[in-house]
């Protein structure tokens, strides 16, 4: 069931483009302007609207982590933003100066890329904010851009029909004729699927044109086979051109927006038709789902955006894992993972966590250290913020009825392979070992030297504490 719950009306020309962060929704439109709104209330931010283009603004997107924002025109600049305060961060210019048209961030935020009408392709550096890379579609204009999410590839569409999937050094990997009369959008979805066979790892991708028609396909890429584009099937429904196409954030459902005013939500497995929304008056431009909340967003030529509520068929934000208490979070998939992420205000970690395949085992072992060198994590602020909702899921799995000398005195956590020091206290196994490692050579609990490293293992205690876990499981 999709529900419409708010209209946003602030444009005073059409609406080209929105985009999701995980707390916003920014909208674009011919009238030179982009548009923040909290998603809390739909409440336009104080610093909107955002002014600076000096043409109508093609297209906008958010940085993963929501805290930047760019925006692309017909004046041939891709402008970013500081997407807490509005501040004007950098105006790339197109070296051709043509019009750009869309415009992309990867995944980790390390590269955006530009598109223009001419064809031409630009990959800014985000930390220098400077050209990075530069190259050309094959023919016609630069429409359509996605990023797969492990961020390695990116595909443009182009004026021309053509689907051309491109490394992260710019060199094209594999082009494809698509749609007859031009591509106008596409889109990967954020969750990839093994092929079961061989081990490797495709993208779902979903592409639209002006052949009314949306398809979808299967990017395979692995390092020694390049890249290979697979047709998948063809979504009927629409009467004219398709205009937009997205995934929602479980890769479940996909949304099209097309001229023939009409909103079409499918299901990816089947291709079955959801809903068809038909509140706007004329061609719908763009369709996005928020990340992580039940919303879908939809804006037209109409001026407006409408905002839609629909019922998940995945736990999500708002309703998370809801049977945390049935399923162990060392049991936790990837999928509960995300869940719960979102519903910590930690959405923005979703694709990260995903890259990385953190289920519920991995997320528990986690520490400031992963998160900073493997995880890439570079803020103090946001690893400490992780760490902390990964502690309080920790003292959670602790009852306060545990008792005392289940817990070992180093971590205070349930013991899982208790070991005996030479001082006569247990331990768990891999953190005495660390402290040891270390060379510390004193007692954790009476700062008095350890006479000897022996480590013996403490069999009762082990067998204690799982007679006790299996009470609590009862």
């Known amino acids: ?54 043409y109508g603004v093609h297209c906008c997107c958010f940085s993963p982590s929501g805290r930047v924002l760019a925006s692309c025109s017909t004046d041939g600049t891709t402008m970013v933003w500081d997407a807490g305060d509005g501040r004007v961060l950098a105006v790339l210019a197109q070296p051709s100066g043509s019009p750009v048209r869309v415009c992309r ?15 031409s392709l630009v990959l800014w550096n985000m930390q220098s904010l400077k050209l990075y890379r530069s190259g050309n579609v094959k023919d016609g ?29 710019m060199r094209c990997l594999c082009n494809e004729k698509a749609h007859d009369l031009g591509v106008t959008c596409c889109d990967i979805s954020s969750q990839p699927v093994s092929d079961g066979e061989h081990g490797f790892r495709y993208f779902q991708m979903a592409s639209c044109g002006q052949d009314n028609q949306i398809k979808l396909w299967l990017i395979l890429f692995a390092d020694f086979l390049g890249a290979e584009l697979k047709y998948k099937y063809t979504l009927n429904g629409h009467s004219a051109p398709v205009l937009a196409c997205a995934f929602s954030y479980d890769g479940q459902m996909l949304v099209s927006g097309s001229v023939d005013k009409c909103v079409i939500i499918y299901e990816t497995t089947t291709g079955n038709t959801l809903h068809t929304l038909s509140q706007h008056t004329r061609y719908v431009t763009t369709c996005a789902f928020a990340p992580c909340r039940p919303l879908l967003a939809t804006g037209s030529m109409d001026k407006t955006v409408n905002i839609w509520h629909f019922d998940l068929k995945q736990p999500c934000a708002a309703n998370t894992v809801e049977n945390e208490s049935e399923v162990a ?26 890259r990385n395949n953190i289920d519920g085992k991995e997320l528990l072992n986690l520490t400031k250290e992963s998160l900073a060198n493997e995880l890439n994590i570079e803020s ?40 005996i020091a030479a ?37 009762t205690l082990k067998m204690a504490i799982s007679r006790w876990l299996e009470t609590q499981q009862k």
């Open 380 to 419: 103090l602020g946001l690893r400490s913020k992780v760490l902390q909702k990964i502690e309080e899921l920790r003292m959670k799995l602790i009852s306060v009825t545990v008792p005392d000398e289940f817990l070992c005195p180093i971590t205070r956590e349930l013991m899982k392979d208790p070991v």
């Open 141 to 169: 204009s630069s429409v359509a851009c996605a990023f797969s999410p492990n961020g390695n590839f990116f595909v443009t569409g182009s004026s021309c029909g053509d689907l051309t999937i491109w490394d992260d050094k």
């Open 1 to 54: 069931m999709a529900t419409l719950v708010h209209t946003l009306a602030d444009h005073s020309d059409d609406v080209n483009y929105c985009a999701f962060s995980s707390s916003c929704l920014a909208t674009c439109s011919l009238d030179k302007t982009i548009r923040v709104y909290s998603l809390n209330n739909f409440t336009e931010l104080p610093y909107s609207p955002l002014k600076g283009h000096t």
């Open 105 to 119: 961030f990867s995944p980790d935020s390390t590269y955006l890329v530009s598109g223009a009408a001419d064809g």
């Open 329 to 354: 979070v060392e049991d936790w998939s990837e999928d509960d993972v995300s869940a719960w992420l979102c519903a910590q205000d930690l959405a923005d970690f979703v694709g990260l966590f995903k």
């Open 423 to 459: 001082d006569g206290y247990s331990y768990e196994k891999d953190a005495i070992e660390n402290w040891i490692s270390n060379k510390r050579r004193s007692s954790p609990m009476t700062n008095l030297p350890l006479p000897s490293l022996v480590l013996t293992p403490n069999r």
